[in-house]
Each structure stands twice: as structure tokens, then as C-alpha cells.
């Protein structure tokens, strides 16, 4: 039978229709970093070369965006002539990887500005649907539904406002798509944040002379692309299998530094993906490197790679063994671990995060969460981690206008900006990958309402302080394994004759009464071999 699906996405019954599951790709990008220890003269020199190579870079770039939006054979016409011209002042491979780099930097911001143009093109089609709905007349009390029904604004005041604010992001749009069109986005080399620092150097906690040397660092350009078949699989920037690293140096400071710049001290690239790296540098194959240094004056060197194409597990043999259902929330995610059958095993658990300062130190908090539940989905033979598919995309360019006014608006507009829902999703599928758990993403509808209304009560007869979070991390869970968000009743139903053994008070389809709340945990199969759910 098909299911009657409205024009608006709703089924026959109102609610949204459900999205089915899928289970997330892994990433086929792996990345290792080690530090580099060096001596003064080796990081002047160091320091020498990224600077010559960073300008070579900052030219290339600037010219990509001058030629703007082209065809894929005026950008290799244009890649050409860069690189005919880069390379007597640098090389043939370095030349090779600046104008790759300014390439993809000139593809990122054209993301960037696309983003920005359905951003901007949301929020005013949202503002303009509120400014078409005429304010009610004064005096007359609104009742709740007409009042949500119509979705207009109260006082002429505030339509006034929106008008304004209306006409200045049109304003704004119109130069978006302007630039869109002719293919010039908006790209800083070093970084825009650290950009915006330097007119408030007082808030960003930072001397000028403290930016003056993170900016020049940060302009500084060390990329090198890898090559198969090469000695180390980059000849540009060599890292052998005993650790000694030799960079290649640009022809404009061949007579300072000699051919290449060797490194004394030897770098350790075994403390994370160890053994793969080994093993591509033994069989040639090609990785690329960066070096950068960072706020402390210390240098880093970056090692990725490209794997082949991962097989992912299909959802039909993950629905086969448990799975950690997980909910996030604002400064905490709530964990439940469901089996094949849709049963709840054991209590579900929280675990507590903050994500404040740096963002450094704000990657390295969801890392920490991340690894806290794969160690949970590991230790309760879990072969996925079922998640909701968020995205507050939308939400953050319409926040303003479809989530509510004054305080309380703001401060749900603040938590729905700070849950880090794509960081959080990207982490953990690299991380789970790792360890050989799949993800699956579900549909967020109505996972925290259904699960207070069907598994907040029985929950509570095992551990009084679980909440609604907690319950929706099962309703999550359940819909990972094709479950239904309801769970059955034990008991007959209305008008069922009952038979020996059975309760003679009957119950509603759904409902949960206290001789059903028992049945959270973990139940056998019955005599027909079908599950009871």
C-alpha cells in the first residue's frame, strides 16, 4: 500500500512523515600529525621559506580570483601559465601544489558565498512571509490559534523594524548574488577570525605584537601534494621510514640554503596511524604533507592520505545486532543501548560536555565525547551508533523569526547555535570507523515527544532521575533498527475476549500500565519465534 503523503510532507494522520535511516559513510581521509623539533637556524630557515612560498601563494590566489567564474579549460589554461611562471623562483612541484591550493581555496569560498546567498535568501523570504500577514486589530484579544495560525507581528513597531531590517538583507543579497555571479568570493589568507582580532585585540586576549607574528604564520604556505611512486610517495617535502625529514627549497633561495634543508632531529609519526603510514612510505604510495607552526612558536608537520573507497555495512545486517541510540542535547548527551528485538538493555545513560574556549580546545571536547561513547557501544557488543540527522542550517539564518521573541527566543537561539551538530556528526563517524562501528543517521521527528509519552514512565520504575532525553535516546535507538517509536501492549485490547492466564481488564492499544512498564527489559522470543516489541 503507498502512504498518502500531503504536499507538505505530512501523511494522511498530520504528523511529518518519517524519513528512513541510512547508515553514514565513513571518510576515506585519513590524517596523523607529529611535532617537529628544531633548532634556531633551522627555523629562521624555515621560517624564510614559507614566507617566499606564502607570497608565491597569496599572488596565485589573488589572480585565480581575478579570472573569476570560468570553464574547466580556461582553469587549466590558467594553471599552466602559473606554473610556467612560478616555477623558476620555486619548482616544478611547488608550483604544482600553489596553484592546486589556490584552486580548492577559490572552490571553498565559492562554497562559502553560495551558503551565504541561501542564508540570506531564507531569512528574507521568512521575514517577508511574517510582513504579508496583517497585524491584528487593536484591541481585540487573539486567541492562541488564530494568533499561531497567522505567524504575524504584533505592533506596528516591530513591523517597522522588520521592514528595515528586511531592505538591508536584500541589500546584502543583492551584492551576494552580484559576486556570485561573477565568481569573486570573498577569501582571506590567514584566516578571517584572526583578521576581525586585530581591531579588537583587548577581547581576543592578544598583544599587537602577539598578532603581528600568528598572522605572519598563518600566511605562511608549506603545502606539499603527495606522488605515487617517489621515494617517501612526496618528493617535495620527504619524511623517511626512520623519521628524518628533508624539504625541498625554492629556487629564489637555492645559494642561501642549498637543494634541500634537512631537519636534525628525527620526527616520531607512530603515535596515531602508525603502522599505515609505515606502510606507505615503504610501498611509495603518496601522502601529503603540511607543515605550519603554531601559536607557541612550535612546528607540526601534517601527514594525510587517501584510502580506497570504504564498504560500508549495510543497515540490514547492522539491524541485526544492538545498537547505542544517542541523543544531543545542550551540555549533555543521553545514551541508550537497544537490542535486535527493540528492547531497552540496562539504563540508560548521560554523559556531561561543555564546549567553551579555543577552537582547539573546543575539537578536542567532542573528541573526548566521542570516544566516550564508542567505548560504551564497544563495551555493550553495539555494532552502531544510531544518531539524529540535525542540521540547524536553516534554523540559524530563520531563528529570528520561527523561534519566538525577547529572552527566552534569544536564549534558544543561543543553544540551538551552540549544539555543534556537524562537528559531532563528522567526528564520529571518522572516530567510530576507526573502530569498526557504523553510524546510522535517523529522522529527528518527534523523537523527544514520543519518547516521553512511551518510555519516560517505564524507564522511571529502574532509575528515577531519567528524564525525556534519555527516553528520546530510545525512541532514537528503536527507529535505527526499524522499530516503531510505540512499543506493544502485553496486555488484550478493547473488546479482545480474554483467555486463561490473562489479565481480564483491558487495555488500550499503546497504552502503558503498570503491568507493562516491567517489560523494559530485555524479553525472549515467543513460541511463534517473533519478537515481542
Not at 30 to 58: F, K, N, Q, W
Not at 262 to 285: F, L
Not at 428 to 456: C, E, N
Request: hydrophobic content about 40%; overall charge positive; aromatic content about 4%.
Amino acid at each position: 500500500m503507498v502512504a498518502f503523503v500531503a504536499e507538505s510532507g505530512r501523511g494522511a494522520s498530520g504528523l511529518r512523515v518519517i524519513a528512513d535511516p541510512f547508515v553514514v559513510a565513513p571518510p576515506r581521509g585519513v590524517h596523523t600529525r607529529s611535532r617537529v623539533r628544531v633548532t634556531a637556524t633551522e627555523d629562521a630557515a624555515l621560517t624564510r621559506i614559507g614566507e617566499v612560498l606564502g607570497v608565491a601563494y597569496r599572488q596565485t590566489l589573488a589572480s585565480r580570483l581575478r579570472l573569476g567564474a570560468a570553464t574547466s579549460g580556461q582553469v587549466a589554461e590558467w594553471r599552466r601559465v602559473t606554473k610556467k611562471s612560478l616555477t623558476p623562483d620555486t619548482s616544478a612541484r611547488w608550483a604544482g601544489a600553489i596553484t592546486r591550493t589556490a584552486q580548492d581555496s577559490y572552490r571553498t569560498g565559492m562554497r562559502g558565498l553560495g551558503a551565504e546567498v541561501a542564508s540570506l535568501s531564507a531569512a528574507v523570504a521568512a521575514i517577508a512571509a511574517r510582513l504579508a500577514v496583517p497585524m491584528p486589530e487593536s484591541g481585540r484579544n487573539v486567541g492562541r490559534s488564530e494568533r499561531k495560525a497567522a505567524r504575524g507581528y504584533a505592533t506596528a513597531s516591530e513591523r517597522h523594524a522588520k521592514s528595515r531590517r528586511k531592505a538591508q538583507l536584500e541589500e546584502r543579497l543583492a551584492a551576494a548574488m552580484e559576486r556570485q555571479s561573477a565568481g569573486h568570493p570573498r577569501v582571506v589568507v590567514g584566516g578571517g577570525q584572526l583578521w576581525r582580532n586585530r581591531h579588537h585585540l583587548a577581547a581576543a586576549k592578544m598583544t599587537l605584537v602577539e598578532w603581528d607574528r600568528r598572522w605572519a604564520d598563518g600566511r605562511m604556505f608549506f603545502t606539499a601534494d603527495g606522488e605515487s611512486g617517489k621515494s617517501g610517495g612526496n618528493e617535495t617535502i620527504r619524511v623517511s621510514a626512520d623519521g628524518s625529514v628533508d624539504i625541498k627549497v625554492p629556487g629564489a633561495l637555492a645559494s642561501e640554503f642549498g637543494v634541500r634543508l634537512s631537519i636534525s632531529a628525527p620526527v616520531s609519526m607512530a603515535t596515531h596511524r602508525g603502522d599505515e603510514w609505515t606502510q606507505r612510505v615503504a610501498d611509495r604510495q603518496a601522502i601529503r604533507y603540511d607543515l605550519h607552526r603554531d601559536a607557541r612558536g612550535r612546528w607540526y608537520i601534517d601527514a594525510s592520505w587517501t584510502r580506497d573507497e570504504p564498504v560500508a555495512t549495510p543497515l540490514a545486517g547492522l539491524r541485526a545486532h544492538r545498537t547505542l541510540g544517542v541523543d544531543l542535547n545542550n551540555g549533555h548527551v543521553d545514551a541508550a543501548v537497544i537490542d535486535p528485538h527493540g528492547n531497552v538493555v540496562g539504563v540508560p545513560q548521560r554523559i556531561d560536555y561543555r564546549i567553551d574556549g579555543t577552537a582547539g580546545h573546543r575539537d578536542a571536547q567532542v573528541r573526548h565525547v566521542v570516544s566516550r561513547l564508542i567505548h560504551m557501544a564497544v563495551a555493550a557488543g553495539c555494532a552502531s551508533i544510531s544518531i539524529e540527522n540535525l542540521g540547524f542550517d536553516d534554523a540559524r539564518s530563520t531563528g529570528r523569526e520561527t523561534m519566538g521573541r525577547g529572552r527566552r527566543g534569544k536564549r534558544f537561539r543561543r543553544v540551538v547555535a551552540g549544539l555543534p551538530t556537524s562537528r559531532f556528526r563528522d567526528r564520529l563517524a571518522a572516530m567510530a570507523s576507526t573502530a569498526g562501528v557504523s553510524v546510522i543517521a535517523v529522522d529527528p521527528a518527534y523523537t523527544s515527544r514520543w519518547g516521553k509519552q512511551h518510555w519516560l514512565a517505564p524507564l522511571r520504575d529502574s532509575d528515577s532521575t531519567v528524564d525525556g532525553h534519555r527516553a528520546a535516546a530510545v525512541v532514537i535507538g528503536r527507529r535505527g533498527l526499524g522499530h516503531r517509536a510505540r512499543r506493544k501492549s502485553v496486555e488484550p485490547l478493547v473488546r479482545q475476549r480474554t483467555h486463561q492466564g490473562q489479565s481480564a481488564v483491558p487495555a488500550v492499544r499503546g497504552s502503558l500500565t503498570s503491568r507493562s512498564r516491567v517489560t523494559v527489559r530485555p524479553r525472549a522470543r515467543d513460541a511463534a519465534g517473533s519478537p515481542d516489541d
